[in-house]
Each structure stands twice: as C-alpha cells, then as structure tokens.
C-alpha cells in the first residue's frame, strides 16, 4: 500500500496523496461511530476511518471545537503492521496510540500539530486510536494497556 494518510503514513509509502496546506477534510458527522473502552481508565466515542480515503483525511483540518475531549479517531488496518502516523494537515495537538489485534496498546505519543516527522509505531499495530492530546496523560493511558476493540472493526 502506497497511500499517505491523514495523521499517518506507512513507513515504506513517502508518497503524499494529501498536499500541504489542503483544507479537505472527513465529514465527521458522516462516519460510523464505536465506543473504544480502555480497561480500567476511560472509554472513547470513535469515528471509524476503515477505508483509504477516511484513513488518508483522518482528523486534518478539525478544530477542538468539533473534536470534544472523550471522542476520537480509530484507524482500522486489515493486520498487524509497522505503522507511522504524521500530522500533515492537522491543526490541533493529538494523543495516539498504537494498538496490536489483542488489543494492547503497544506505543503512545503526544503529536504536535503540523508536525510531518512521523511516529512509529515501534511494533505491529492493527489500529491506532487518535484523540485531543492530554488525554492519555490524564487517564494514564500507557504501553501495556487493553482496549475493548468492537468485534465489527475485524469485519471486512
């Protein structure tokens, strides 16, 4: 897969799809929504990106105000992989963490808003869940951790 997306690029890809400074965005009001429990500390409302386009705009362009604290993003791949989100595009400081099919998260980072360095995911991930930075640090949110993942994200 050579796609860039959003938030996130695979390491081998460096093809851009979304230039700078594009003001495209997901119609947030438009995509599924699942609730993403994170054992013991917090639970999210999710907006499901499963699909490359969704994936390639994921949060660009989406303000605070549209993105409230206890909501987020999830991305949905078809298996573990090596993944590396960037901000290209994104205009609001993101928490993200890299989640494994069994649902441990294996990384997490703060993300600085417009930053296109990029942020491994260290090990294999299948998902990645991206919310408004400081949420992690507020919920203790960590490597190691276990997320309910919805059976309908492993559905094709």
């Not at 994170?38 to 699909?51: E, K, L």
Request: hydrophobic share 40%; with cysteine.
């Amino acid at each position: 897969m050579a796609l860039v997306f959003s938030a996130w690029t695979m390491l081998v890809s460096g093809c851009d799809q979304i230039p700078r400074n594009s003001t495209e965005k997901n119609n947030l009001a438009a995509l599924q929504k699942v609730s993403i429990p994170i054992t013991g500390r917090t639970s999210y409302a999710a907006y499901v990106a499963d699909q490359d386009l969704t994936r390639q705009l994921g949060l660009m362009n989406v303000t605070t105000d549209e993105l409230p604290e206890d909501q987020g993003m999830i991305f949905v791949f078809d298996s573990d992989r090596h993944l590396n989100f960037w901000m290209r595009n994104t205009i609001i400081p993101l928490d993200i963490a890299y989640i494994r099919s069994d649902g441990t998260i294996v990384k997490t980072y703060t993300m600085e808003p417009l930053n296109e360095m990029g942020y491994p995911s260290i090990e294999p991930a299948r998902f990645a869940l991206e919310t408004r930075a400081g949420q992690f640090a507020a919920h203790g949110i960590q490597a190691g951790d276990h997320v309910e993942l919805p059976l309908s994200l492993f559905e094709d």
